[in-house]
């Protein structure tokens, strides 16, 4: 198993920047595809972005594309999501998660293939 821990959330303006952090321990993670999703209150939780375990390809859910950025450090074991120009409806608990199948080729947008997930960490735009 992977533990994932959260970190960097918090409140922010809107068009205003967050940098998420995602720490991982148990195994390393440099074969595996990662993801952040985020739930907003009395919502589904949802697809934000996911990056493959090379690095090299990545997939956002459209209402993030040119906002958020995801990427990989493998030598630390960790997994950012840099946002900018929030947005009150970017208010949610967003969360990371890794898929364990090793060099897998597609990028899932769903959370099924998604084996093990952090806690969470809190963003919430003001407007």
């Known amino acids: 198993q992977v533990q994932l821990v959260e970190s960097g959330g918090g409140l922010v303006q809107v068009g205003g920047s967050l940098r998420l952090s995602c720490a991982a321990s148990g195994r390393t993670i440099n074969y595996y595809n990662m993801a952040w999703f985020r739930q907003a209150p009395g919502k589904e939780r949802e697809f934000v972005a996911a990056?493959?375990?090379?690095?090299?390809?990545?997939t956002y859910a459209d209402p993030m594309k040119g906002r958020f950025t995801i990427s990989r450090d493998n030598a630390r074991n960790a997994v950012y999501l840099q946002m900018n120009s929030l947005r009150p409806e970017d208010t949610a608990v967003y969360y990371c998660?890794?898929?364990?199948?090793?060099?897998?080729?597609?990028?899932?947008?769903?959370?099924?293939?998604?084996?093990?997930w952090g806690q969470g960490t809190q963003v919430t735009v003001s407007s």
């Open positions: 990056i493959a375990w090379g690095g090299g390809r990545t």
């Open positions: 998660a890794v898929d364990l199948r090793t060099r897998w080729v597609s990028i899932a947008r769903n959370e099924a293939p998604y084996d093990c």
